[in-house]
């Protein structure tokens, strides 16, 4: 369980699955796959076919409905998706450089570590536009932390420190939940609104010239974004699972700013 997201860039397996269809082709390969290991490390060597688990289903009434799933069904239908594989080659919304790339998860719970790593990247007044639009950003839009707050009660399950993280910056206090609400509580993330996100938490440099920064909402091409404003993430060695999927996040902010298209979320 996590944060599926999407770089919604047209393409032919999106347009011959849907996106819902294709993600849950996705998840459900990966579920697959987590299942059979879990058989495996008990020593289980049943065929997919004779493997199943339990899914709890909400209906629309408010009751429950318990279904067995079979693991080779899943398996079978996610195996539709390998003619369409080579699309994603030379996709220029191939982020992560695997089939279908533009996609995306970061796992419950988000670590603490993780958390203060996303507090850490947040601008202080050594960046002082950048600091004056986060500011703005949180006032303006309402970004309370109230939402993020109601996710933390269920503790252990969407992130991993059961009191929200803060951080003072020159006596303006952000926590955590702010952070939270501010990348996955706000709906598709627009282009504009990436950009935004990106200047806030390290992505691109928070210190764009002003000119840079009024042509960040419609930047003149591909290459003038490469040029001018490049993505700063890269990996490291003390980054843990957490961290390092909030990093490839950033990048496909990063790369569906540069095609002009929204990142849409599943939390």
């Known amino acids: 369980m996590g944060i599926d997201y ?19 082709r996705l998840k459900g390969r990966d579920r697959a ?7 495996r490390d008990h020593g289980d060597q049943r065929p997919p076919s004779k493997m199943g688990f339990e899914m709890v289903r909400r209906l629309p009434d ?15 239908v996610a195996a539709e998706l390998e003619p369409y594989e080579t699309y994603c080659v030379d996709c220029p919304a191939n982020h992560a450089a695997m089939a279908f790339g533009c996609i995306g998860t970061i796992n419950y719970p988000i670590s603490a570590q993780a958390e203060r790593w996303l507090l850490d990247q947040l601008p ?17 839009i309402g970004y309370s932390g109230e939402a993020g707050s109601r996710l933390r009660t269920q503790e ?48 691109i440099s928070p210190d764009l010239e002003a000119d840079e920064i009024m042509q960040l909402a419609a930047p003149p091409s591909w290459e003038w ?17 957490s961290t390092a999927e909030l990093k490839a996040f950033f990048h496909a902010l990063y790369v ?11 939390i």
């Open 62 to 76: 408010g009751t429950e409905e318990t279904e067995i799933i079979i693991v080779q069904d899943l398996l079978d």
């Open 225 to 241: 974004i490469i040029q001018h404003i490049p993505f700063r993430h890269s990996y490291s060695s003390s980054d843990d699972v």
């Open 6 to 24: 999407i770089i919604h860039y047209d393409c032919v397996p999106k347009r011959a699955f849907t996106v819902e269809g294709l993600m849950g």
């Open 124 to 140: 202080g007044n050594d960046h002082p536009l950048a600091f004056m639009l986060l500011q703005k950003a949180i006032y303006d």
């Open 256 to 266: 569906a700013y540069k095609l002009g298209e929204p990142v849409l979320l599943d």
């Open 33 to 39: 796959r987590a299942v059979i290991q879990l058989y």
């Open 156 to 203: 252990g399950v969407f992130l991993e420190s059961v009191v929200p993280l803060e951080r003072d910056l020159d006596g303006v206090r952000f926590s955590g939940d702010q952070v939270f609400e501010m990348l996955f509580l706000s709906g598709p993330i627009q282009p504009a609104h990436g950009s935004m996100l990106l200047q806030f938490f390290g992505g």
